[in-house]
């Protein structure tokens, strides 16, 4: 699995992003796509998470700020994330993620792409 991450950037608080993921290859083996986050000196944390399935996750600092949606075709999975009321405590890089849930977890990770909210 390929993951392609674009759509970070500059933005000013209160305004708006989309970021989106294409994943490509084995797409069978995908159970659940979203992304997480990592701001400078933290930890990374999960944002929102979607699966197949359609049983979507946010992470408790969203508060319905943030909208994870997907498109699935027969050679992509692609999963949008679209942040609105941006904070300066958002900015981050964001790391898109693609899941198994088999007998074991194995996660792919794409490269992260920047998302800076200046005040």
């Known amino acids: 699995v390929q993951l392609v991450e674009s759509g970070g950037g500059l933005v000013q608080a209160g305004g708006s992003l989309r970021l989106s993921c294409a994943a490509s290859?084995?797409?069978?083996?995908?159970?659940?796509m979203g992304w997480y986050r990592q701001a400078a000196g933290k930890q990374r944390e999960l944002v929102a998470s979607?699966?197949?399935?359609?049983?979507?996750?946010?992470g408790d600092f969203v508060k319905g700020r943030f909208t994870i949606s997907n498109v699935k075709d027969n050679a992509k999975n692609t999963v949008y994330l679209q942040m609105n009321s941006l904070k300066p405590e958002d900015t981050a890089v964001f790391h898109c993620n693609a899941r198994w849930n088999g007998w074991y977890t194995y996660n792919w990770w794409g490269q992260g792409t920047q998302v800076t909210v200046s005040s």
């Open positions: 290859g084995d797409i069978s083996s995908i159970d659940e």
């Open positions: 979607i699966t197949t399935g359609g049983s979507i996750k946010y």
